[in-house]
């Protein structure tokens, strides 16, 4: 299990994006947070990872260690996965190469100056194969389509052999075909593998479809946290907003 224990975020120019929020992960889960532009939903997946320090309260690790302390958060962002919306790639370097970065959080700084080794080029081969790109991995990154970019960005997350999978709008930028063939992928190797992902999302079909649980946030605060089934129309209204009265038709301005 992971934990958020009462974290809450203000920035340095004065936005509160979080208000306090307990949120308990249970181990092999699939969690969509659900929501709006500005609700807070990557506020608070990168709280999961360290890289948005809380303002208030904190994070626990899946032994139940705060974040806060230095070694806890390298060992934590090792077994750590991160997805991108906008995939964090090198366009310049090779796919395979962009995918061996994954394993750089297992290396010193001196050790990161040297070659990958054979062990750990067949993991990173091992990892395109999944996601279904082993022809490209001698191709350059940026001559990929944006939906095979987002593959490669999964391939990375895998190669470090992760516990726990955080995705940021992972289809964000991505048409609504290729949105959804990422999503199975994604979503059908975390059931495989049995990890836990924490994936957020503005899509409320692909949450329903996708989500064991949904946690759905308006202006940095939790208005919703249940299954898929129980994601209806009042709990959409409560994270999006209540939809515009439909305008009056002519009769009823004139009558």
Known sequence: MIRAENVSVTYPNGTRALAPTT???????????????????????????????????????????????????????????????????????????????????????????????????RLALEALERVGLLDKALERADRLSGGQQQRVGIARALVQRPRLILADEPVASLDPATALRVMELLHGICRADGLTAIVSLHQVDLARRFGERIVGLAAGRVVFDGPAEALDEAAIARIYGAPPAPAPSPEEVFA
């Open 23 to 121: 949120l308990c992960v249970a181990p092999g889960s699939f969690i969509v947070l659900l929501g709006p532009s500005g609700a807070g939903k990557s506020t608070l997946l990168r709280c999961f990872n360290g890289l948005v320090r809380p303002s208030e309260g904190r994070v626990l690790d899946a032994e139940g260690a705060d974040l806060a302390r230095p070694r806890v958060l390298r060992a934590h962002r090792r077994a750590t996965g991160m997805v991108f919306q906008q995939h964090q790639l090198i366009g310049r370097v090779s796919v395979l190469g962009n995918v061996l970065t994954g394993r750089l959080g297992y290396h010193s700084g001196l050790r990161t100056l040297l070659p990958f080794g054979a062990a750990e080029k």
